[in-house]
């Protein structure tokens, strides 16, 4: 196939790839999806299938989103993130991907540099690289819990420097980045007249004293930000495909022109889901976090007594942490997760796929059940004492 230089330098995804090879053995213990296990919750499924009954869902809907679901987004817009939207301002995407995906085409064009702070989510930058952008990969500072370097992010600014690209809570690392440093990373795209694209997709799973800061919530930054959000994580909707971007009228008038071509509008049974998401009881929301909480704690206890093999920063939020593999083991992340995966069957997912300073590291994913975790730690803890 006479393929295109844009897909041609993207690398497989290392997560798949764990997929795949975890497929050739029974009873994987599965540390390495970043998906919830569990289901979504009745009341959504039931308001998805009461749509499909009612002759709501074989249409398309406006591009932009169902406007009842946009007016329930500026509310929980208002209520959890600070921001005072209109419907005007929000499109409602293919999940989050595809939100980040148009965010990221409507802002850059060829041989535009994107900064992102690393070990970060490896599809923001097959994103930039789709876009014919140059990722710029500034490490986390880890010895202080992954925490964004100020510095180094301003002296990485050229004049091709278009957009600062970030998720916070942090996939891999769980890292929640403070308020704080985002108002010092927005005072950075103010001052060098950047825009800044954020993935907030867990921001209701937020540990101890941390907290979810949008950027968009400060009013300066009107002009300079597109702030992404999804139903996967929040309610357990990994299958549905249903996310929403946020900005002002005139960036969204451009994102639209990415939205459009690649998916026409999101899946309309899925936004009647995402409308009784919203309009319900967020009980499901304080359940899951707890859940991912004690898990985290689980993960976090069992690690201890594995504290010749890995160090690692707990994580303030998400349900992904990033130990690193301590020694010569650590040398290559992708042959330490296949050695785990074929000698003990469990699942994790190598470092280095989430950039170069991932390397020496793993992804372990707490959303799952208890048991799942203590099968992985009690089989790590067998194979490490030989
Ligand atoms: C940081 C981050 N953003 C986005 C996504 C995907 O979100 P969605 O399912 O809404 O496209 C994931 C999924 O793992 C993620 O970890």
Not at 30 to 43: D, E, R, V
Not at 206 to 235: C, G, L, Q, R, W
């Amino acid at each position: 196939m006479n393929s295109s230089n844009r897909v041609t330098q993207i690398k497989k995804s290392a997560i798949h790839e764990m997929t795949r090879l975890s497929k050739q053995y029974d009873d994987v213990a599965f540390l390495s999806w970043a998906k919830p296990t569990t289901g979504t919750p009745k009341h959504i499924n039931d308001a998805a299938i009461a749509a499909i009954e009612n002759g709501l869902t074989g249409g398309y809907s406006q591009s932009e989103g169902l406007p009842e679901l946009r007016e329930e987004i500026v509310k929980k817009l208002k209520r959890d993130n600070n921001i005072t939207a209109t419907v005007s301002q929000l499109l409602i995407t293919v999940g989050a991907i595809e939100g980040l995906a148009a965010s990221v085409m409507a802002t850059i064009d060829p041989g535009d540099e994107v900064i992102l702070p690393t070990p970060t989510y490896s599809t923001h930058i097959a994103h930039v690289r789709l876009a014919s952008g140059t990722p710029v990969l500034i490490p986390l500072v880890e010895e202080d819990n992954y925490t964004l370097d100020r510095k180094a992010i301003e002296q990485a600014i050229t004049s091709k420097t278009k957009a600062i690209l970030f998720c916070s809570p942090n996939n891999p690392t769980g890292t929640v980045f403070p308020e704080r440093d985002l108002r010092a990373l927005a005072e950075i795209a103010l001052n060098n007249d950047l825009m800044i694209i954020t993935d907030e997709a867990y921001e209701y799973f937020i540990f101890d004293d941390e907290k979810h800061f949008s950027i968009a919530s400060i009013p300066e930054m009107k002009k300079h930000v597109i702030s992404n959000y999804t139903f996967t994580k929040t309610y357990a909707m990994t299958g549905w495909r249903i996310g929403y971007l946020h900005a002002d009228e005139e960036i969204i008038t451009q994102v639209k022109k990415v939205h459009i071509p690649f998916s026409i509008c999101a899946p309309v049974v899925s936004q009647y889901a995402a409308i009784a998401a919203l309009e319900g009881s967020q009980q499901c929301v304080r359940e899951f976090r707890l859940h991912y909480l004690n898990m985290r704690n689980l993960m976090c206890d069992r690690l201890d007594h594995l504290d010749t093999i890995f160090s690692y920063s707990k994580p303030g939020g998400s349900y992904l942490m990033f130990p690193k593999i301590l020694g010569e083991r650590g040398k290559d992340s992708v042959e330490f997760s296949k050695n785990l995966l074929k000698d003990i069957q469990v699942s994790t997912t190598p470092g280095s796929a989430f950039g170069p300073t991932g390397e020496q590291h793993i992804r372990l994913s707490f959303c799952v059940p208890e048991e799942m975790i203590n099968k992985a730690f009690d089989r790590m803890d067998n194979y490490f004492r030989k």
